[in-house]
């Protein structure tokens, strides 16, 4: 059985990544993994909120179904079954690292994960909450040293879901990207 892993990334718009047809977008990374991997040509968000999409995706229920309807008032159910659990069931070492704070632990994000990397840095920018997000590169070099871990484990299969916070409001890029 395959590896697998899952990144998902907060409000980055299909039609802006090489992958999906945009020829002029500056993503590497992203079209290397889609040519290597699973694409999905059409994925559709069933709610526009990081906390309910992202319990769809990890469920494979619409909000009705998994009963999380919105970012920071709700936890996802002990009843629901998530992909981690069945991964974990079968075998798979399962980690996650995320990135933006509606995916916190105490929303119920991290059942069935071995390891939920979600620690991220306390911020004093009025126009967020307070801890807000963790920018790419540490949240890359946190997957990859649970990669890492993973790999030496009593199974050499793994599940890990990564998330990235980066392009969502209010957008900081990078200083080489600022410039752009």
Known sequence: PPNVLLVTIDTLRADRVGSYGYRPAPTPTLDALAARGVRFKTAIAHAP?????HASILT???PLGHGFRNNGGFVLAPTIKTAAEDFRKAGYRTGAVVSGFPLDRRFGFDRGFEEYEDHLPRGNDPRRTPYVERP?????DAALKWLSTAAGGQSPRWFLWLHYYDPHAPYEPPGDLAER
Do not use: E, I, N, Q
């Open 49 to 53: 909120l990081t906390g309910p999409s």
């Open 60 to 62: 494979g229920l619409t």
């Open 136 to 140: 790419a590169d540490a949240s890359t």
